[in-house]
């Protein structure tokens, strides 16, 4: 459940990246939906960051298990 919501998070990220260059290329910069795109994908940067980390953490998610 854990590895979905981060692979989730990631696929809003990109979402979020590719609508900011949509909106660039389609307004011209004259509009703020890039700026807004771009604070939308911080956000989800963050979030993913720390639902990492905390995972990590808590020991939901482990580092490079021995094979």
């Known amino acids: 459940m854990l ?6 998070l ?13 909106f660039l290329i389609k307004d011209g910069g004259k509009t703020n939906r890039v700026v807004n795109s771009l604070t939308v994908r911080v ?5 993913l960051l720390l639902v990492i980390l905390i995972s990590l953490w ?6 490079n298990p021995t094979p």
Request: proline residues 0%.
């Open 58 to 63: 808590q020991g939901g998610l482990v580092l």
């Open 43 to 47: 956000a989800l940067s963050v979030l």
């Open 10 to 22: 990631m696929l809003a990220v990109i979402f979020s990246l590719f609508s900011g260059l949509f």
């Open 3 to 8: 590895k979905a919501v981060v692979i989730l």
